[in-house]
């Protein structure tokens, strides 16, 4: 996409999405889906095998019990 497609795309989703955006607040927006585009297709044209590195899997932490006398252990 050119910056006039991404810019229309942006306002297009704020609209969809209930968002409100201001006309520079929606070119940063672009900007920044521009540029991670951009970074996503050099990664995508770099020929590596998608099982080279798997990715890892997201796991969180068990939340600290409270101790008994109300201080967080």
């Known amino acids: 996409m050119n910056e006039a497609q991404t810019l229309e795309y942006v306002n297009a989703a704020a ?3 209930g968002l409100r955006l201001g006309v520079a607040r929606a ?3 672009a900007g920044h889906l ?3 585009a951009s970074m996503a297709a050099l990664l995508a044209d770099a020929g590596l095998p998608a099982g080279l590195e798997p990715a ?3 796991m969180p932490a068990p939340f600290p019990a409270a101790a008994d006398d109300g ?3």
């Open 34 to 36: 521009q540029r991670t």
């Open 71 to 73: 201080e967080r252990r």
């Open 56 to 58: 890892e899997i997201f």
């Open 27 to 29: 070119k940063s927006v």
């Open 15 to 17: 609209v969809a999405l």
